[in-house]
T-cell receptor, first 109, second 114 residues
Framework: GQNIDQPTEMTATEGAIVQINCTYQ??????LFWYQQHAGEAPTFLSY??LDGLEEKGRFSSFLSRSKGYSYLLLKELQMKDSASYLC??????????WGAGTKLIIKP | IAGITQAPTSQILAAGRRMTLRCTQD?????MYWYRQDLGLGLRLIHY???????GKGEVPDGYSVSRANTDDFPLTLASAVPSQTSVYFC?????????????FGPGTRLTVL
């Protein structure tokens, strides 16, 4: 079967760093996406990894290990506006995205 | 139009009624998708279209149909709505699937079937 696991909810403090993990088991792998979704809104693209390693984009970084079926999203210098759900999605063998249930991130002052 | 739009924003529908959710994009994207999002579950693909004139079934296609007569429009039809189809529906589009192209999402349609 195909499965993507992420923690359901995480809490962090404004100004701190948080790491959101994603593990996957899929039939085929053609890349991994991270999206951000604020409550009541549509998902928006954050990052894409297809090769092993770290991709950095401002305060956000994403890491991939294909051999371990593992990725994480690292958010630095947390701001209140970062309170949202973070969705991990894997491109499977048919090139369609398989989505995790998302991690709700709560930022406290 | 800027990006991808959906209509209606929300709808309450009696069970057994027919309903079409509309989706239009102006980015000339080849691929379009329909997802449903339910609390505690990830986005689930209903149907997709890799290019105008072609469609494919996703993870949860039963009870839904789509058409792709042109590049811009990708309507989703519920032939006879049932309460289990109560959900938030997102339409998305992207460049060619499988090439790392990000998907752009519409604002969503919140559908309640009573």
């Amino acid at each position: 079967g195909q499965n993507i696991d992420q923690p359901t909810e995480m809490t962090a403090t404004e100004g701190a760093i948080v790491q959101i993990n994603c593990t996957y088991q899929t039939s085929g792998f053609n890349g991994l996406f991270w999206y951000q979704q604020h409550a009541g809104e549509a998902p928006t693209f954050l990052s894409y990894n297809v090769l092993d390693g770290l991709e950095e984009k401002g305060r956000f970084s994403s890491f991939l290990s294909r051999s371990k079926g593992y990725s994480y999203l690292l958010l630095k210098e947390l701001q209140m506006k970062d309170s949202a759900s973070y969705l991990c999605a894997v491109t499977g063998s048919n090139y369609q995205l398989i989505w995790g249930a998302g991690t709700k991130l709560i930022i406290k002052p | 139009i800027a990006g991808i739009t959906q209509a209606p924003t929300s709808q309450i529908l009696a069970a057994g009624r027919r309903m079409t959710l509309r989706c239009t994009q102006d980015m000339r994207h080849n691929a379009m998708y329909w997802y449903r999002q339910d609390l505690g579950l990830g986005l689930r693909l209903i149907h997709y279209s890799n290019t105008a004139g072609t469609t494919g079934k996703g993870e949860v296609p039963d009870g839904y149909s789509v058409s792709r007569a042109n590049t811009d429009d990708f309507p989703l039809t519920l032939a006879s709505a049932v309460p289990s189809q109560t959900s938030v529906y997102f339409c998305a589009s992207s460049g060619l699937a499988g090439e790392g192209n990000e998907q752009f999402f519409g604002p969503g349609t919140r559908l309640t079937v009573l």
